[in-house]
């Protein structure tokens, strides 16, 4: 058993023994049987944990082989697995300055030009208009877009060996914004690959003053690639929100970031329909990206749908100028009724209770220089 809990499941970054993958284990004349119980049959990296299984017993003297049993875990036994992964993931992700209770929410989609980010803008505003500090990170290192679309520019100043985000007041409240956009200039970005963009996606976690505020919105290159793997280990408490357009196509592609929230234990909080179809001077409605993907998707995730925003000329045109179009939406708006209903999910993203808030406050006054 020392041995078995050297082995990692890679997808769920724990050990299979923490995980509760092992069924019985004995020895009989140098051979061991194992019993491995995985969460799916078809699981892709089956031969992997086999092999590591294999070789970690190997080593213990006196057992020249090993035969292995493996199974499926029952439903009941991988939810239990599933909340086990959680748990350890965020017990070890690393300390960012992010508040305990502000919770993450990133905007994700198998596609890209879904309008990912034209959502988090006016989501971000819509969030802070009603007087919470938003904390928006680029997170599309080759795409971004954020500082264009809030007209948020200017250098990122470094306080005490972190980056400050650029901080705007909007409504009652303010967006402050990490994106490559402010440290560099597109070419360069453009040549990052790999293990650099994943380090520039944790310096812009774990060496950037996120503190004070409410709620961050992560906005997401599409696919689910290097950048959002990295988010999620870093952030494992966050929720994620997919985005798809009414067409069959997209639904099915964005249903592979829902996939992915699940292997990687983060919350599906819902659905966001973009570029549904909207009501015409005419009379009629017309819906050039086909009707109901939105709503499909969200039943077939078992998740909420949380919007359906219509194709709109201001949605586009906002982007363009730098002025996203909730600006001028009053409550009963699109982005407004999707922040408040979004607000009210994200609270489960938070732990609850005095001990999260106790812990900020001691934070925050320990970070203070003393008055003494
Ligand atoms: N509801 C809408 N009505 C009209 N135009 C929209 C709407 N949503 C987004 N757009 C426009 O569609 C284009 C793509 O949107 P956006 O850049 O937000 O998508 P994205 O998913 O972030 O794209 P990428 O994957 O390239 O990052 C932009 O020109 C944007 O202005
Ligand atoms: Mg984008």
Known sequence: MERLASVRDPELGATITELGMVGDVRVEGGVAHVEIALTIASCPLRSHIERDVREAVLVVEGIDDVILSIGVLDPAAKAALM???????????????????????????????????????????????TGRRVGVLDADIWGFSLARLLDITGEVEVRGAKM????????????SLLSM?????????????GLVVQK???QFIEDADWSGIDVMVIDTPPGTGDIVMTLARLLPHMGVVVVTTPSRAAQHVAARAADF???????????????????CECGKVHAPLGVGGGRELAHELGA????????????????DEGVPVALHEGDDGYFHVLAQRLWTLAQDLVPAGCTA??????????DQPSSS
């Open 304 to 319: 909420e749908l949380l919007a359906q925003i219509p194709l709109r000329d201001d949605v586009a045109d906002g982007g």
């Open 83 to 129: 909340r086990t992964a959680r748990a350890l993931a965020q017990a070890r992700a690393p300390q960012t300055s992010i508040p305990r209770r502000a919770p993450v929410v990133m905007i994700a989609s198998g596609k890209g030009g879904v309008g990912k980010s034209s959502i988090t803008a006016n989501l971000a505003i819509a969030l802070a208009s």
């Open 261 to 279: 929230a699940n292997k990687s234990h983060i919350r599906l909080l819902g659905v966001i329909e973009n570029m549904s179809g909207f009501a």
């Open 164 to 175: 400050v985000p650029l901080e705007r007041p909007y409504g009652r409240g303010s967006v």
């Open 200 to 202: 520039a996606v944790a």
């Open 357 to 366: 808030r106790l812990l900020d406050a001691i934070e925050y006054a320990v």
């Open 181 to 193: 956009g402010h440290l560099a200039d597109e070419k360069q970005a453009l040549l990052w690959r």
